[in-house]
């Protein structure tokens, strides 16, 4: 089992920056790839950014790429999401999620087992 936990969401205004920290327990020496995602009102969730188990690659979605930057300390177990320059359009809730089987198609929902419960981020025109 693997336990993640977000944090750092707010309220921003546009043009803004917040930093969210996702931090994992349990077998998180079984981790690989890590993911956020987010949900927007009425919307389905999205893919946002993937980082590799070593960290030396990432992706992103087209829409954040630019402006988000993700990391990772495998040392604490932790993944962050460098967000800047915020829209409005990113207001959302924001999950983190693990992915335990090593697979390839990170952009999608079934590639991760764990999820985190998500903290709201809202950006205010």
């Known amino acids: 089992q693997v336990q993640l936990v977000e944090s750092g969401g707010g309220l921003v205004q546009a043009g803004g920056s917040l930093r969210l920290s996702c931090a994992a327990s349990?077998?998180?020496?079984?981790?690989?790839?890590m993911g956020w995602f987010r949900q927007a009102p009425g919307k389905e969730r999205e893919f946002v950014a993937a980082?590799?188990?070593?960290?030396?690659?990432?992706y992103y979605a087209d829409s954040v790429k630019g402006r988000f930057t993700i990391s990772r300390d495998n040392a604490k177990n932790t993944v962050y999401l460098q967000m800047n320059s915020l829209k409005p359009e990113d207001t959302a809730v924001y999950y983190c999620?693990?992915?335990?089987?090593?697979?390839?198609?990170?952009?999608?929902?079934?590639?991760?087992?764990?999820w985190g419960q998500g903290t709201q981020v809202t950006v205010s025109s």
């Open positions: 999620a693990a992915d335990m089987r090593g697979g390839s198609e990170y952009y999608t929902l079934s590639e991760y087992e764990y």
């Open positions: 349990g077998r998180t020496f079984s981790i690989g790839v």
């Open positions: 980082i590799s188990r070593s960290g030396l690659r990432t």
